[in-house]
């Protein structure tokens, strides 16, 4: 089911989704003081080609870092997770599209603070 879930969401969107990821990560890169979060929306853009079977989990990241994710949640973080969290409540009004929405608070999860956050594979 997750397969057929990740197809769907590549057809819908995902591939869309992943290729602004991308662009957002050359452009933030090329920002020197924002090279950690380019990096992270790349994995961003990974994820949004495959999400389904995919977890977020906290790690540790180091005295910069945790300076760089309080500027970015309150520059651009909080409203980038404001847009994914109600996307993810619009497509939870349908059975249908709940995994999608569910993907969709993962994703509102990493992007607040990006440099606090991975994706591995779910159990």
């Known amino acids: 089911m997750k397969t057929f879930g990740n197809i769907l969401w590549l057809i819908f969107g995902g591939l ?5 990821a991308f662009i957002s990560g050359i452009v933030l890169c090329i920002t020197i003081i924002f090279i950690p979060v380019g990096l992270q929306q790349f994995k961003i853009g990974k994820f949004f080609i495959w999400p389904m079977g995919k977890e977020v989990v906290k790690t540790n ?14 520059l651009f973080g909080w ?11 619009i497509f939870c009004i349908t ?9 969709y608070f993962k994703m509102a999860k990493f992007v607040f603070t990006p440099l606090g956050h ?3 594979q779910a159990n």
């Open 16 to 20: 869309e989704m992943a290729i602004g």
């Open 61 to 74: 990241p180091n005295g910069f870092k945790k300076f760089l994710n309080f500027f970015w949640a309150i």
């Open 79 to 89: 409203e980038s997770a404001l847009i994914y969290f109600l996307v993810g409540i």
């Open 95 to 103: 059975i249908i599209g709940i995994p999608f929405g569910k993907q």
């Open 118 to 120: 991975d994706f591995v």
